[in-house]
């Protein structure tokens, strides 16, 4: 029997992949620390399991023991990079993070009081404006403006929004 074209090599590949693939990077994930990181690794796992692909009958245990070793590499590697944080600095970057949470909730709450005191129009058109998927060549079509007029408008509520901001968080801090 002749050994399997590169074709065949692949399809069969791609089969014992697509089948192991959730299971794969579920155990990968479950062996480091952040999704991002199991993303990196599994980028290398999927390299080397192709690379050493011999259409293994046992593909999915074939296959945790190949991504146990990239992630233990991986592991070793990142240990030995000076970039890693240490406790203490992770601690204080929590710390600095927790801080910054109340400070966004205080400008959240001022923003959305100022967002309250603009007329009707403008607040529908700032909330249309910044959402999501939103295009403004198509808003200012819609509202028979100009592109550029429509920034320019945007620029000057933008502007209230903050001096209104400002005002109102200055007023907090001094009551």
């Not at 620390?33 to 993303?39: E, F, H, I, L, N």
């Not at 404006?129 to 620029?155: F, I, N, S, V, W």
């Amino acid at each position: 029997m002749s050994p399997p074209s590169e074709h065949e090599r692949h399809a069969q590949f791609l089969r014992h992949y697509a089948a192991s693939e959730v299971a794969l990077h579920t155990f990968v994930r479950s062996l480091v620390p952040t999704r991002q990181m199991a993303s990196e690794v599994m980028q290398d796992v999927i390299l080397v399991l192709w690379e050493k692909f011999d259409a293994a009958a046992d593909f999915q245990g074939w296959a945790f023991g190949v991504a146990k070793n990239v992630v233990l590499r991986h592991l070793r590697r990142q240990s030995r990079d000076r970039h890693v944080f240490d406790d203490e600095l992770v601690n204080q970057l929590a710390d600095d993070a927790a801080a910054l949470v109340a400070v966004h909730d205080g400008h959240r709450e001022a923003l959305e009081h100022c967002l309250d005191k603009l007329p009707a129009a403008q607040r529908e058109l700032v909330l249309t404006a910044y959402t999501k998927g939103t295009r403004m060549d198509e808003l200012a079509t819609r509202r028979g403006q100009t592109p550029m007029a429509l920034y320019k408008l945007l620029h000057r509520i933008r502007q209230a929004l903050l001096e209104c901001v400002e005002r109102t968080l200055a007023k907090e801090e001094h009551a």
